[in-house]
């Protein structure tokens, strides 16, 4: 008797080809449902329907089809089991070889926008999920695919082995069969979290919910991970790409660990100056700014950015909130960096840094959407926490001192608080003309990195603006920016001794304002 083969798919990738093989190579019949029926007779290849098969119509607008003791008795069966065989007899059902299910498009229709909630309910699959678990729970009997990749080489395998692809190889779609079904329960559930309006509380809006979960599937093997010692791998979330899965590498080696970390630390410092504002540029170096700067162009804004801390720019990685044009390309060339981002490249400007064939360049259309979560990894476990995306209003900050900023001075002051979030805790930024002079990143104490940005600086300090991540614990910080020459402060407040802050402050002539608000980065 031929074998027997179910096959129901939403991507009907490579499905003709796999059919007709079946068919003709492998001696399979094809018991089929909906569209994928329709798309196999099409092409002229034999297909019973699965209504026929079981002698039940499909019901409910066809969110029962494939639920039925023929379909799943036959998946189940274990042949070699007397009991299961009689099963079999008694119903008329005969055993599956290979199923080949995948699933309705749902997390491609919640990413389509102004999809509602109801149109995404339709989209959850129940029978194909079934269908996948079960093949999969039973793979030492069949084949389960679920994915058309799978297609040429379970072909390959079951050509040269009487159509018997064996237990290695189902046992490897087993367990892809179990992730994606596992992948595609955490989307919906986390798509039904999100859009959970139910809550209306302050506190249970902003409670954590009972279950997180995190599920991906591999995008790339990396060569190594920090170091060459650890194995890494890049991992896309969602079957849709987005973020750096959805970036366009236009030239240069392939990315590597620290690369992408380094890059994710780039584009969210670059996020808090969107395209339509003025040309941006921020240089990076193990996460952290070596400068960043506002500029009339985008080359100015990169040069600028550049010679904030040159000697740390080597080497380093950079984002830029508009296209690369020509003269910003030519600047680029001008020293070696490991990694450039933009949301675009112009054709000339592709050209140009074709030269430096190494240098790794991205575009990246949407630099500003991030991950609406942080997570990190303990012992037993792990942390979440809401991505700080905090938007800064200057008009809510609190002036604290004598002396009031001007405009100008308030703007540098924005500037240099959306900065400073993105330098690693102690951190300490010094700015002038919407440009980074010094920063003291990673500092155990708040007087040693104001040492280091001051010092870093140098002269520059002069009239030049401070921020901080965290309140000044004393005066001693202030009192060391004023000698230094600055002449405004930005910092959360909240210390038991602002007082003494805003009295040093009063005492030298400085501009303090607090922010309300702390951006600590570990």
């Known amino acids: 008797m031929p074998r027997l083969a179910l096959l129901s798919v939403s991507d009907k990738?490579?499905?003709?080809?796999?059919?007709?093989?079946l068919t003709q190579d492998l001696d399979f019949e094809i018991v089929s449902s909906g569209g994928t029926a329709k798309a196999i007779s099409a092409a002229g290849i034999p297909v019973t329907k699965v209504s026929d098969y079981t002698g039940s119509p499909e019901i409910l607008g066809g969110r029962v089809k494939t639920l039925h003791p023929k379909v799943h008795g036959g998946i189940l069966a274990r042949p070699d089991q007397d009991t299961d065989a009689q099963d079999l007899s008694d119903n008329d059902i005969r055993p599956f070889d290979l199923v080949v299910v995948n699933l309705y498009p749902f997390e491609q229709t919640i990413a389509q926008p102004g999809t509602?909630?109801?149109?995404?309910?339709?989209?959850?699959d129940i029978g194909g999920p079934t269908m996948i678990r079960a093949a999969a729970k039973n793979h030492q009997y069949l084949t389960v695919l679920?994915?058309?990749?799978?297609?040429?080489?379970?072909?390959?395998?079951?050509?040269?082995?009487?159509g018997n692809p064996g237990m290695a190889f189902r046992a490897k779609c087993a367990r892809e069969a179990f992730w994606h079904t596992a992948n595609y329960d955490c989307a919906i559930a986390q798509y039904l979290t999100e859009t959970d309006?139910?809550?209306?509380?302050?506190?249970?809006?902003?409670?954590?919910?009972?279950?997180?979960?995190?599920?991906?599937?591999?995008?790339?093997?990396?060569?190594?991970?920090?170091?060459?010692?650890?194995?890494?791998?890049?991992?896309?979330?969602?079957?849709?790409?987005t973020g750096w899965a959805a970036a366009k590498q236009l030239q240069g080696k392939a990315l590597s660990y620290n690369n992408l970390v380094d890059l994710e630390a780039a584009r969210r410092i670059i996020a808090e100056f969107p395209s339509e504002d003025k040309p941006a540029a921020a240089v990076l170096k193990h996460t952290n700014p070596c400068g960043v700067s506002v500029g009339d162009s985008l080359a100015a804004a990169y040069q600028q950015a550049f010679d904030a801390d040159s000697i740390s720019a080597f080497g380093g990685i950079v984002a830029l909130n508009q296209p690369i044009d020509e003269a910003t390309a030519e600047a680029l060339t001008g020293t070696f960096l490991e990694c450039v981002v933009a949301p675009d490249c112009e054709e000339s400007a592709k050209a140009i840094l074709s030269k430096k064939k190494n240098l790794r360049i991205l575009t990246l259309a949407d630099l500003v959407s991030g991950p609406k979560q942080t997570v990190k990894v303990i012992a037993g476990g792990f942390l979440t926490q809401n991505s700080d995306?905090?938007?800064?209003?200057?008009?809510?900050?609190?002036?604290?001192?004598?002396?009031?900023?001007?405009?100008?001075?308030?703007?540098?002051?924005?500037?240099?608080?959306?900065?400073?979030?993105?330098?690693?805790?102690?951190?300490?930024?010094?700015t002038s003309d919407r440009t980074t002079l010094g920063v003291g990143a990673g500092q155990m104490n708040r007087v040693g990195a104001v040492n280091i940005a001051l010092a870093q600086a140098g002269k520059k300090t002069q009239g030049a603006t401070l921020a901080s991540d965290g309140f000044f614990p004393?005066?001693?910080?202030?009192?060391?920016?004023?000698?230094?020459?600055?002449?405004?402060?930005?910092?959360?407040?909240?210390?038991?001794?602002?007082?003494?802050?805003?009295?040093?402050?009063?005492?030298?002539?400085?501009?303090?304002?607090?922010?309300?608000a702390r951006h600590f980065l570990h």
């Open 389 to 430: 995306d905090l938007k800064a209003d200057p008009a809510q900050w609190n002036i604290v001192t004598e002396k009031q900023p001007s405009e100008a001075e308030l703007a540098e002051l924005l500037f240099a608080w959306r900065v400073v979030k993105h330098v690693k805790s102690n951190a300490i930024l010094i």
């Open 13 to 21: 990738t490579g499905l003709v080809e796999l059919a007709r093989s």
């Open 197 to 241: 309006d139910t809550q209306t509380d302050d506190t249970e809006a902003s409670a954590m919910p009972t279950h997180y979960a995190i599920s991906g599937q591999l995008h790339q093997t990396l060569r190594y991970g920090e170091n060459p010692h650890q194995a890494a791998g890049w991992y896309q979330n969602g079957a849709v790409p």
């Open 116 to 124: 509602s909630l109801a149109e995404a309910i339709e989209k959850i």
């Open 146 to 162: 679920c994915n058309p990749e799978q297609y040429s080489e379970y072909l390959e395998i079951a050509k040269a082995n009487n």
């Open 474 to 516: 004393f005066d001693d910080s202030v009192r060391t920016a004023a000698a230094a020459g600055i002449k405004a402060i930005v910092q959360p407040g909240g210390s038991i001794r602002d007082e003494d802050s805003i009295k040093a402050a009063n005492e030298l002539g400085i501009i303090m304002a607090f922010t309300g």
